[in-house]
């Protein structure tokens, strides 16, 4: 399986700002995957990160809000924009590979960035 | 929307088989079944994966009717670890994984 690290892993942040959360995988992926994950409930995908093109976004989640990153097959970057205490979640990066060392069709999950906006 | 219908809870005893059901009635012919947990405050992990045939590895079984539109979740000896969130999912080829609300499984001593 992969091995995904997910920056930072936890984080508190005042209302307004803006926190970027990093994800770094130890193998060349071809997909890549932001969820959210509310407190209580279960994932919600926000967008397939592209490489070398702008991600694809889930119905309810914009750009402006989440802008994401992939700038080559290991890495991918999510900022959560103008945060309110309504974005309060748990972050993660998946991944997902059709060729390589990973099992095609099979996602793999980082463990998460826990954020609370204060 | 999930494609998938799970039991909201279940308990098993400690050592005793936890057997978890799905209903995926609107399965297509080319979506695989996946089994994920989720153990608190960790990030989703993988179990198994099918699409016809019954699969078993060193985690658990997955039994899939003949008609697809359902599948049980095996495992085997429960142990306290065990106790999650177990989601089952359909999809698989270039189509990402959408979460349903899982089954919380509770295993006791």
């Known amino acids: 399986s992969a091995v995904i690290s997910q920056k930072p892993s936890r984080d508190i942040c005042q209302r307004g700002t803006s926190l970027t959360i990093q994800c770094q995988v130890d193998?060349?992926?071809?997909?890549m995957f932001w969820y959210r994950q509310q407190p209580g409930q279960s994932l919600t995908l926000i967008a397939t990160?592209?490489?070398?093109?702008?991600?694809?976004?889930e119905s309810g989640f914009v750009i402006d809000k989440f802008p994401i990153s992939r700038p080559n097959l290991t890495f991918s970057t999510l900022t959560v924009s103008n945060m309110s205490p309504e974005d309060s979640s748990i972050y993660l990066c998946?991944?997902?590979?059709?060729?390589?060392?990973?099992?095609?069709?099979?996602?793999?999950f980082g463990a998460g960035t826990r954020l609370s906006v204060l | 929307d999930a494609k998938t219908t799970q039991p909201p809870s279940m308990d098993c005893a400690e050592g005793r088989a936890a057997n978890l059901p799905c209903n995926h009635s609107?399965?297509?012919?080319?979506?695989?079944v996946y089994w994920y947990r989720q153990i608190h405050s960790q990030g989703p992990q993988y179990i198994i994966h099918?699409?016809?045939n019954n699969e078993t590895n060193e985690m658990a079984s997955l039994i899939i009717t003949e008609d697809r539109k359902s599948s049980t979740l095996i495992l085997p000896h429960a142990t306290l670890r065990d106790t999650a969130v177990y989601y089952c999912i359909v999809g698989g080829g270039n189509n990402d994984m959408r979460f349903g609300a899982g089954t919380r499984l509770t295993v006791k001593p």
């Open positions: 998946s991944v997902r590979s059709g060729t390589g060392v990973l099992a095609k069709n099979i996602q793999y």
């Open positions: 990160a592209n490489q070398g093109s702008e991600a694809t976004y």
């Open positions: 099918g699409l016809k």
């Open positions: 609107t399965i297509s012919g080319n979506e695989y």
């Open positions: 193998s060349q992926v071809t997909m």
